[in-house]
């Protein structure tokens, strides 16, 4: 029996080459899709997956309370690791960590830049880092010792067998590698390529000692069992209990939540991270492959007729409805396996591509049991969904009607359904093409935002070296040449300012009401390079030392402070003894946009502070020809501080690349689009083509009867155009309703715009009429006398 | 072997309704080869189906081989006709997607029977209708006469009781025609009974029985000597 019908199904396919393209094709298509998606999917689900002790592992973190809003911090005292340890019930180790600096390394003439961080020892036993020479026990039993990862190794020395070799840190003192670590997989919240102990960092950063500093990162690793809620009830007020005036309020947030949550609202509480993405994406991939079906559906019931003799027969012979159905299904599934093989050579071709797009380095392994199996189901969902419909259908004939040689009804509710599904497909299809052009509008919209200063032609580097100590060469140098401007110092870069306090006061301020206030320290040219605006007062003088007890603040903290008289007033914070001291306010600069590129400025303050500064910032001049100003550029700072190679990095690209994100769903949802609409004329296309041959005889009568080409190809294409005109009526609003809610969560946005709907729905119009106007013409433009024969 | 009684069968649409069979009542015997005329829309096609459990009637009684069958479920009827009924028909009806032997081999597929005993039978049968040497070809291969002989072939594989031909001849040119009548005597010769449905006097004279049909009822019934 099974070989009976196998051999049907192979043969009706071969009869059949076009439909069996377009049916395996458009499904192929779709499930290639959904799979390279649902590999994106797993990657994300299993995130942190390579740390088998993930569920006891936490990160501490910190929420403070500022004037209503609730911030939620990932930055803790310096000496809480030890502290909860020796005091909390239930926690079993404690680390630090810093947050990721690149320090220089080098090693005779090569010197490169490689991210990691300071750790305390206990670092590498509770993330269970494999190493590849040496071992977690013994890493930092010296002090200035290194564990370097497997990549940065070959890097260095072209081998991993580097045990007790040194390599120089930011030209200053050597460091003894004391262990290799095996490459961490790229779905991992850790990217280091090196660790220190964290003892050096803790000698060299004395305020880590002080309870009411927040500055470094502390993971926890708990007992197994451990009582959770307990931990979180003593550590909520821990930091009360050794500073009293302290806002910090801890808990410890578990590793299994790093991605999928991890973001917080202004209320502090937790919210979906990059879990709505993938909730997102995985609707993306089973909308694509019911379009996919959709048109296996439409295509088989199209078909029918052409099998209803053999249903006639084979009923006739003995077969039951149940076998019919059975051996329909079957050919679906068969189907479906076939489709899905030829997805798998979709897949690895397009994933190098995809990877592309969405900096992964995702793969496909069919001898991984997961993605087997998880390929053979979505064939089988296939086989199941899309054969269903046609095998109820098709066994359903009436075997005296159809060995009669009667036409089986395309009308009724067959052509119902069938229909229904082609307004489905297409109300998808615009519904993304509308979202792919707002999508892109709104981050348009953001991109163009006025930021407060002048971000084109704004280069920045960090400080090494003797830069700092240097900067007023450095300047000189750098201005002779005509091509820069000017040139800053500051304690951060302008587009993600981290520093902040609770700590400033006023007169007149309400002592209930706390404000975090962003801290920036710069030289005195940091508001003409970067094209801030004083919107009253005055900038610091040349002379740091003249304005070391001024301030100069942005208009949100103006408002706040709610002094008409602002420039003169004072604003206070206390010193290193706990001693209010007063600064004065010399000037307010129009509000520039940091950190949260939708949202407003938030408070800042400026010092003129270079003792701690971390960044140079330069005004270019206007030049066409970046590449010759940025190597001459380069080649001055590298002049002017020897022994450390220079990048310097555009404001405007590190902008952009804030909005990584927003791009990547808008490229995504436009390549969905494409794909939906595509597979849909794929559908279209069969569907237009069989109507075309069921209407032979009445076309080839209103030949006959005078009627012309281009009537009869308007009388074919009108019965699609209509179809697609009430996916336009579903579709619309659906898709306004859709926008406007994700609009909604963005505190800066556009308007939703009617011209777009209206061109998405000309365009959905446009691409079925084309789609249908190739067979409806070709059967306009037939020989009468050939249809009418036939018939 | 076959025995109706009054039966009905009307078909209904929103604004016509057509008696197709209109209390008819006849029997036929065992072994007996019956040929059924009556000009187009009488209803022998009616009776036809409905005799081949294709269909069921509106009402009255039909005995097959001692059982009334006459508001039998599709499942009862299907699994009745495989096992009782041959059908020849005016088309021949054969799956283009098989080979001859596949299609003669369909019914035994859906009797169940074991794939050894099927090949046997098959090739008996298709040496019996001489079409052997092109058991590997298609119907679209084959001339008129050739897809008839494996109708024909495909009808008697099962060893049934009871042959239904519809119309046997109509497609096919006289002498070929002839063939398929010669076989279908044959075949009642050995005992299979035989309902033809037929326009033609030629082909009516291979049967024991005329019954002329007229407006869903039997009007003569003539016996062949």
Redesign the interface.
């Known amino acids: ?1 099974f070989k ?1 019908y196998l ?2 199904t192979f ?2 396919l071969w ?1 059949n080459k076009g439909y069996s393209f377009l049916n395996i094709f458009g499904l192929s298509i779709g499930i290639a899709c959904a799979a390279l998606i649902f590999l994106w999917v797993e990657n994300e689900l299993t995130w942190n997956h390579s740390f088998s002790n993930r569920d006891n592992l936490y990160l501490v973190k910190d929420q403070q309370a500022y004037d209503g809003t609730i911030f939620t911090f990932d930055a803790t005292p310096g000496v809480l690791a030890p502290s909860v340890k020796a005091e909390i019930p239930g926690i079993k180790r404690t680390t630090r960590s810093t947050w990721g600096n690149p320090e220089l390394f080098s090693l005779g003439d090569k010197a490169i830049y490689e991210s990691g961080n300071y750790v305390d020892s206990s670092f590498l036993k509770m993330f269970q880092l494999q190493f590849l020479e040496g071992n977690a026990a013994n890493a930092f039993t010296q002090l200035y010792s290194l564990v370097i990862s497997e990549k940065m190794a070959k890097k260095f020395f072209q081998s991993t067998d580097v045990i007790g070799k040194t390599l120089k840190m930011n030209n200053q003192r050597d460091y003894v590698i004391s262990g290799v670590i095996k490459d961490l997989p790229e779905n991992v919240s850790f990217k280091f390529d090196w660790l220190a102990p964290f003892q050096i960092f803790l000698n060299q950063n004395d305020w880590l000692q002080k309870w009411g500093n927040n500055g470094i990162i502390t993971y926890v690793e708990t007992e197994p069992n451990a009582n959770i809620a307990a931990i979180n009830k003593k550590l909520y007020g821990y930091v009360q209990t050794k500073e009293k005036g302290a806002n910090a309020k801890l808990s410890i947030y578990p590793m299994n939540r790093w991605r999928m949550y991890n973001s917080f609202d202004n209320n502090g509480k937790e919210r979906e991270g990059q879990l709505k993405f993938v909730n997102l994406f995985s609707l993306i991939a089973w909308i694509i492959l019911i379009i996919a079906c959709i048109n296996f559906m439409n295509l088989s019931t199209a078909r029918s007729e052409q099998r209803a ?2 249903v ?10 149940n ?1 019919l159905v059975a051996q329909f299904i079957g050919e679906a599934l068969f189907l479906a396996l076939l489709a899905t093989f030829f997805a798998v050579l979709i897949i690895y071709i397009s994933l190098p591509a995809f990877n592309s797009l969405v900096e992964k380095q995702l793969s496909l392994d069919i001898f991984n049991p997961l993605h087997l199996g998880g390929l053979l189901l979505i064939a089988l969902l296939c086989g199941l969904i899309a054969g269903s419909y046609p095998a109820f259908y098709l066994s359903s004939f009436n ?2 009607k159809v ?3 009667l036409k089986i009804q395309s009308g009724g509710s067959a052509g119902f359904i069938r229909k229904g599904l082609v307004v489905l497909q297409f109300a998808v299809s615009i519904i993304l093409i509308i979202s792919t052009v707002i999508i892109y509008r709104q981050i348009q919209h953001v991109k163009g935002r006025d930021l407060g200063y002048n971000r084109d032609g704004l280069i920045y580097t960090t400080l090494t070296g003797k830069m700092k100590e240097n900067f007023g060469v450095i300047k000189n140098d750098l201005m002779q040449t005509g091509l820069v401007q000017n040139a800053t110092l500051s304690s951060q870069s302008v587009l993600q300012l981290g520093n902040n306090t609770g700590d400033f006061t006023w007169p007149g301020k309400d002592p209930n009401k706390q404000l975090l206030i962003t801290v920036d320290n710069v030289s005195p040219e940091f508001i003409p390079t970067t094209g801030m605006q004083l919107k009253a007062g005055r900038n610091f003088y040349e002379d740091i030392k003249t304005d070391s007890s001024n301030v100069i603040i942005n208009e949100s903290l103006a408002k706040s402070i709610g002094n008409k008289n602002i420039i003169g007033s004072i604003i206070q914070r206390h010193n290193e003894k706990g001693e209010l001291y007063n600064m004065t306010i010399i000037g307010v600069i129009k509000n520039f946009i940091y950190n949260d590129m939708y949202a407003p400025a938030a408070p800042l303050i400026l010092f003129s502070d270079t003792s701690y500064v971390n960044y140079l910032t330069l005004r270019l001049k206007p030049n066409a020809d970046m590449k010759p100003v940025m190597a001459k550029i380069e080649s001055i700072v590298k002049s002017d501080n020897p022994g450390y190679p220079v990048e310097f990095n555009f404001v405007d690209t590190d902008f952009n690349q804030l909005f990584k994100t927003e791009a990547l769903i808008g490229e995504l949802a436009s390549v969905f689009a494409i794909l939906a609409i595509f597979i849909s004329c794929l559908g279209l296309f069969g569907l237009a083509a069989y109507t075309a041959e069921r209407r032979t005889k009445e076309i080839g009568i209103r030949k006959v009867l005078g009627a012309s080409a281009k009537g009869l190809a308007g009388l074919l294409s009108k019965d699609f155009l209509k179809l697609v005109t009430i996916s336009c009526f579903i579709a619309l609003p659906l898709a306004w309703w859709i926008m406007y809610s994700w609009l909604e969560t963005f505190a800066y946005r556009i308007k939703i715009d009617w011209i777009i709907f209206l061109v998405a729905a000309i365009l959905a119009i446009v691409i079925a009429l084309l789609t249908v106007s190739f067979q409806a013409i070709k059967a306009a433009i037939a020989n009468p006398v050939e249809s009418l024969r036939s018939e | 072997m076959i025995k109706i009684k009054d039966l009905e069968k009307i078909y209904r649409t929103e604004e016509v309704e057509t008696v197709a069979l209109n209390k008819l009542s006849f029997s036929v015997n065992d072994g007996e080869f019956v040929a059924v005329m009556g000009p187009s829309g009488c209803g022998k ?1 009616t009776l036809l ?1 409905i005799l ?1 459990l ?2 069921d009637p509106d009402s009255g009684s039909f005995i097959f081989n001692g059982i009334e069958v006459a508001h039998f479920n ?2 009862k009827r ?2 009745l ?3 009782n009924i041959g ?1 020849v ?1 005016q ?1 021949f ?6 080979t001859v032997f ?1 299609n003669v ?3 035994l ?3 169940g029977v074991k794939a050894d005993e099927r090949k046997k039978r098959v090739e008996e049968v298709l040496d019996k209708v001489q079409i052997m040497h092109r058991k590997n070809h298609y119907p679209q291969q084959l001339s008129g006469g050739q897809q008839q002989r494996v109708a024909v072939a ?1 009808a008697v594989v099962n060893n049934p009781k009871l042959i239904l031909a519809d119309e046997p001849t109509g497609n096919l040119d006289s002498s070929n025609g002839n063939e398929v009548m010669q076989m279908l005597m044959e075949l009642n010769e050995q005992g299979t009974t035989i309902i033809m449905v037929t326009h033609s006097e030629h082909d009516a004279r291979y049967s024991h029985r005329i019954i002329r049909m007229l407006d869903g009822q039997t009007v003569t019934e003539n016996i062949l000597v």
């Open positions: 029996m009976n051999k049907t043969r009706s009869k003799r053999e006639g027969v084979r009923k006739v012979l003995g077969a039951g409805k076998k075997p005296v060995l009669k040689g | 096609s189906n081949g294709l269909d599709e499942r299907a699994d006709r495989k096992r059908f028909f088309s009806n054969l799956i283009d997607e098989l596949e081999e369909l019914p597929i859906y009797l495909r």
